[in-house]
T-cell receptor, first 115, second 110 residues
Framework: GAVVSQHPSWVICKSGTSVKIECRSLDFQATTMFWYRQFPKQSLMLMATSNEGSKATYEQGVEKDKFLINHASLTLSTLTVTSAHPEDSSFYIC???????????FGPGTRLTVT | DAKTTQPPSMDCAEGRAANLPCNHS???????VYWYRQIHSQGPQYIIHGLKNNETNEMASLIITEDRKSSTLILPHATLRDTAVYYC???????????FGAGTRLTVKP
């Protein structure tokens, strides 16, 4: 099956710094990728849709200047959390579609802790 | 997208069938029913999807009622590794996002 990877799998950073998370589709091309955030004991919440070669589409309430998304190629999307604060600590997950049914394949997630 | 309703939690004995229900009474004619699961601290894993016919694969079976207002995911012989949160999602086909509800936390007990 299709594989989506994320790097890093976990990261700890200090408040005020920026953190970049990579999402890669390893064996297929993805013109669209999706970024989700999940707080403890809660469900996944869609943050934004990442489109190759164009600007990302953000969900209501998600600050686009804080969560910078770049979809540089058909296999790579990055999420940069700028000026991170403790409340940004969360589990960030990406996904990409593949195949005629556009099944969504999810990455393993990145756990961000801001101290 | 239509919303879904699932019980918050269920228990199942190891080796027995786990039947997870999902209500989607406002589903549209072109919306499919998808099931994913999420094991603790991992990304969601695709299980199965269907439109109106029952579906079966190596992981599970999906039973969709004739009026399509509800469905049941069946894990025929649950193991301890099936302990996870199971999400039922309805969506149209296409390269679009998944909208997750609260899901059902299934605990398989020895």
């Amino acid at each position: 099956g299709a594989v989506v990877s994320q790097h890093p799998s976990w990261v700890i950073c200090k408040s005020g710094t920026s953190v970049k998370i990579e999402c890669r589709s390893l064996d297929f091309q993805a013109t669209t990728m999706f970024w989700y955030r999940q707080f403890p004991k809660q469900s996944l919440m869609l943050m934004a849709t990442s489109n190759e070669g164009s600007k990302a589409t953000y969900e209501q309430g998600v600050e686009k200047d804080k969560f910078l998304i770049n979809h540089a190629s058909l296999t790579l999307s990055t999420l940069t959390v700028t000026s991170a604060h403790p409340e940004d600590s969360s589990f960030y997950i990406c996904s990409a579609g593949q195949g005629a049914d556009y099944e969504q394949y999810f990455g393993p997630g990145t756990r961000l802790t801001v101290t | 997208d239509a919303k879904t309703t699932q019980p918050p939690s269920m228990d199942c004995a190891e080796g027995r069938a786990a039947n997870l229900p999902c209500n989607h009474s406002t589903i549209s004619g072109n919306e499919y029913v998808y099931w994913y699961r999420q094991i603790h601290s991992q990304g969601p894993q695709y299980i199965i999807h269907g439109l109106k016919n029952n579906e079966t694969n190596e992981m599970a079976s999906l039973i969709i009622t004739e009026d399509r207002k509800s469905s049941t995911l069946i894990l025929p012989h649950a193991t301890l590794r099936d302990t996870a949160v199971y999400y039922c999602i309805v969506r149209v086909l296409g390269n679009n996002d998944m909208r997750f509800g609260a899901g059902t936390r299934l605990t398989v007990k020895p």
